[in-house]
């Protein structure tokens, strides 16, 4: 009766781990509060489970053994980084910020191919392609260090002053010229009537929609990845 007395006073057991051994956890502890959890996220690829080094680890055929040996710890360390990012989110938006130039590199070239290939018929040169997205991707790096600096000034300035309306004004015409300024120099530089520029210019704005969304999905993980 002592015992089942001293049972009910110490109320419910911990739920047994996988190995056996009562949870050392206190009772509503968080997985993403785990130290020793390799995956508290719960990231999963390819799958239902989520992914855990030794249990169920991330598999590219074509890597090979060392290929995926090395996968996985990449993947380990984001799981890992992705507790100091929730938790020091400033870090990562500074390391985001100083991939975005190496990520932009890297499009550059694809951006490159791609007007190469919208242009297949006019028989320029694939250096040519690359000279004017060098130019085009300028334009938009100063465009939105522009933009930037015009916010910033906003915040500056009281609101409803004429001032803040001058600026915001200033501001939208910054937006509206970026686009603007692309489709002229495109139809100055092809020399092609407004119905195939435009029409080529839709396919090319829409394609580097989903080039740049790539881009920032790569950003965030090589940012996971060496944060």
């Known amino acids: ?13 911990s739920p047994p781990t996988p190995s056996g051994a009562p949870d050392p956890r206190p009772a509503g502890a968080s997985r993403v509060d785990d130290p020793d959890d390799p995956n508290p996220h719960r990231l999963t690829f390819f799958g239902s489970r989520p992914w855990h080094p030794e249990t169920n680890p991330l598999r590219v055929d074509w890597l090979g053994v060392d290929g995926n040996r090395w996968l996985n710890a990449q ?8 507790q100091t990012a929730r938790k020091h989110p400033d870090r990562l938006v500074n390391q985001m910020l100083a991939k975005a ?6 499009l550059l070239p694809v951006f490159a191919l791609l007007l190469k290939l919208m242009f297949l018929f006019k028989r ?3 250096m040519e392609h690359l000279i004017v997205a060098l130019h085009s991707h300028s334009f938009l790096g ?3 260090l522009l933009i930037a600096a015009l916010s910033a000034l906003a915040a500056l300035l009281p609101e409803g002053s004429a001032g803040l309306r001058l600026v915001g004004l200033v501001e939208g015409l910054a937006w509206a010229w970026i686009p603007l300024n692309l489709l ?16 080529k210019f839709s396919v090319i704005g829409l394609c580097y929609t989903v080039l740049i969304s790539l881009g920032m999905v790569l950003n965030v993980v090589l940012s996971l990845a060496t944060l």
């Open 1 to 13: 009766a002592d015992l089942e007395q001293a049972d009910q006073d110490a109320g419910p057991a």
């Open 75 to 82: 993947v380990g360390v984001i799981a890992t980084n992705l």
């Open 101 to 106: 130039p190496q990520v932009l590199f890297v």
């Open 124 to 126: 320029r040169l694939y």
């Open 142 to 144: 100063l465009s939105i």
């Open 184 to 199: 002229i120099a495109h139809k100055r530089i092809y020399r092609q009537g407004w119905f195939f520029t435009l029409l």
